[in-house]
């Protein structure tokens, strides 16, 4: 008899399946930028939820390039952000290691709740720290303004490390002085018709079973015990469990990225993408917002951080594409 072989079902890229440690993503690389200015690299918006919009078709390749075509988005609302510190790395045998941090004396209130800044906290000296010694990398300390956005329930910020690329170490430093205490906004990190990337924890589903969780095959209608179960726990031997078993478990909300995703527009009036009775789950914008082409992770009211694209393997020319939008949806969600 043939030895019957066969993939395993679901993939096991993202195991083990837990809950994200935080529902603000951590960014573990960054893109790397060339220029003479400093930047910044990141930047981070809520969710607000999809539409669609009518644009001229701007990929190449697409069967219908140059056509008015349909398009999803997902829109996103992008408060300013605020720098409140600044870190700074140095390379030693095990990676980059942090060195010291320099901090604004007057952060906002409601951000002192959570962050006491230390009392004996010297930022001269960590300054001049930095300064002297050999840094390998910059990077700002940022937090969120939810207090701005109505259609979010808080106004706990949200506190995040943003990257800092182009020009020298020491232009970096005077770059992060510079920016301390002051609010900055996605203009000044991405433009219109950029690849992004897009990172933030998925929609959670709870403690689920085999076949939602993995997509394993119903078990036949003879089975005496189980339906929607798997056949078995695998082989006798070894005498355990192996990993690559499909068991029932925490389904969603796992952190994800979605790579290459363009930007669409960024926009600054909310009457031109508001519909009739505001958006499902979330109401009305009321300030910056971030039209995107296609799906983002998570539900509305989502943190979704953003980074310059490290995996876009295109043409340079092809990196900023900005499309002609000729109308955008505002079509009640709700039927009003």
């Known amino acids: ?9 679901g993939s096991m890229a993202f195991s083990p399946r837990k809950r ?15 220029g003479d200015d400093p930047k910044i690299l990141g930047f981070a918006g809520y969710k607000v939820g999809m539409s669609h919009i009518m644009a001229v078709d701007y990929r190449k390749k697409s069967t219908t390039a140059g056509q008015e075509i349909r398009m999803p988005v997902t829109i996103v609302e992008i408060p300013p952000m605020k720098v409140i510190g600044a870190r700074g790395y140095i390379q030693d045998t095990y990676g980059l290691r942090t060195l010291t941090e320099a901090w ?10 959570t962050l006491p800044i230390p009392k004996g906290h010297n930022a001269k000296a960590a ?27 808080k106004k706990r910020p949200e506190i995040m ?14 770059f992060a002085k510079e920016m301390m205490g002051k609010e900055f906004t996605m203009s000044d990190f991405t433009q219109d018709g950029e690849m992004l990337d897009a990172i933030a924890v998925t929609t959670g589903y709870g403690f689920q079973g085999h076949v939602k969780r993995w997509g394993v095959k119903l078990l036949t209608h003879k089975n005496s015990k189980h339906r929607r179960m798997i056949g078995n726990l695998g082989p006798f031997s070894p005498g355990y469990v192996v990993s690559t078993v499909p068991q029932a478990g925490q389904t969603g909300y796992h952190q994800r ?53 490290v995996r876009f393997h295109g043409k340079k020319t092809d990196s900023v594409v900005v499309p002609e939008i000729t109308m955008i949806s505002q079509e009640s969600q709700q039927g009003v």
Do not use: C
Request: aromatic share 6%; glycine share 8%; net charge positive.
């Open 20 to 34: 994200a440690r935080s529902e603000t993503p951590h960014v573990s690389s960054w893109a790397a930028v060339e």
């Open 1 to 9: 008899m043939p030895k019957h072989n066969k993939p395993n079902r």
């Open 257 to 309: 990225t979605e790579y290459n995703k363009r930007l669409l527009k960024i926009g600054d009036n909310p009457d031109e993408i508001n519909p009739k009775g505001g958006f499902l789950n979330y109401g009305l914008i009321r300030g910056n917002y971030a039209l995107l082409h296609g799906s983002l992770p998570g539900p509305s009211k989502r943190l979704i951080r953003f980074r310059k694209a």
């Open 104 to 113: 604004e004396k007057k952060i906002d209130k409601d951000l002192e709740r």
């Open 161 to 174: 490390e943003m990257a800092v690329g182009g020009g020298s170490v020491d232009a970096q430093i005077e």
């Open 127 to 153: 300054w001049k720290k930095m300064s002297d010694s050999d840094l390998e990398e910059v990077r700002l300390l940022v937090h969120t303004q939810p207090r701005m956005v109505t259609g979010i329930p």
